[in-house]
């Protein structure tokens, strides 16, 4: 089993930025993928961004994110540390949320269904 635990949510207003992390334990060798997912009130859980997995450090991830954070938000990984990390800048109203960790088997992933492992959830909000 994978365990995923977020952390760095909080509150920030609007044009500012925060850094969440996800540290991962367990058995992560069949993990192909890492992603981050949101949940806003009364929304669907949506896919933010999402990295390629690797047990090599020295190797670089290729990254998808989703249209609305693009240019915005980054997300990379410290494969020493078992940690993937989303930095998110310039953040809006509309990014308010429960933010997930979650890993996968499939690569490039988008769909939160094709994920089999989440984290508890770390609530950003974003005032104007």
């Known amino acids: 089993q994978v365990q995923l635990v977020e952390s760095g949510g909080g509150l920030v207003q609007a044009g500012g930025s925060l850094r969440l992390s996800c540290a991962a334990s367990?058995?992560?060798?069949?993990?192909?993928?890492m992603g981050w997912f949101r949940q806003a009130p009364g929304k669907e859980r949506e896919f933010v961004a999402a990295?390629?997995?690797?047990?090599?450090?020295?190797?670089?991830?290729?990254?998808y994110y989703a249209d609305s954070v693009k240019g915005r938000f980054t997300i990379s990984r410290d494969n020493a540390k078992n940690t993937v990390y989303l930095l998110m800048n310039s953040l809006k109203p509309e990014d308010t949320a429960v933010y997930y960790c979650?890993?996968?088997?499939?690569?490039?992933?988008?769909?939160?269904?094709?994920?089999?492992?989440w984290g508890q959830g770390t609530q950003v909000t974003v005032s104007s």
């Open positions: 979650a890993a996968t088997r499939h690569s490039y992933a988008t769909d939160y269904g094709l994920y089999d492992y």
């Open positions: 367990g058995r992560t060798f069949n993990t192909n993928a």
């Open positions: 990295i390629t997995w690797s047990a090599f450090s020295w190797s670089a991830g290729s990254t």
